[in-house]
């Protein structure tokens, strides 16, 4: 049975929050970019709840630019094909 708080009791925020075992390790993906924001992940484990929103947001960051930067990358045989 899960116990909550009593209303009125004090939030401590600054409480780790464990990664439950159950996750699957991050797969490597083979771009440095993404590996290396997902690794980020890893930084969840020991960090108060309250600095959650930070990582999320700096992994939101760098995946949404990597993203943004897959249109930009034109492989050769396709570039051949436009000259």
């Known amino acids: 049975m899960t116990s909550f708080p009593q209303s009125g009791g004090a939030v401590q925020p600054d409480l780790p929050l464990a990664v439950p075992a159950w996750l699957p390790p991050?797969?490597?993906?083979?771009?440095?970019?993404?590996?290396?924001?997902?690794?980020?992940?890893?930084?969840?484990?020991?960090?108060?709840?309250?600095?959650?929103?930070?990582?999320?947001s700096d992994i939101h960051v760098r995946l949404t630019g990597a993203l943004a930067d897959l249109g930009d990358e034109v492989p050769d045989a396709a570039s051949d094909d436009l000259r």
């Open 26 to 56: 991050v797969e490597p993906t083979g771009d440095p970019r993404v590996d290396a924001a997902l690794d980020r992940l890893a930084e969840l484990e020991g960090s108060p709840v309250v600095e959650h929103v930070e990582i999320f």
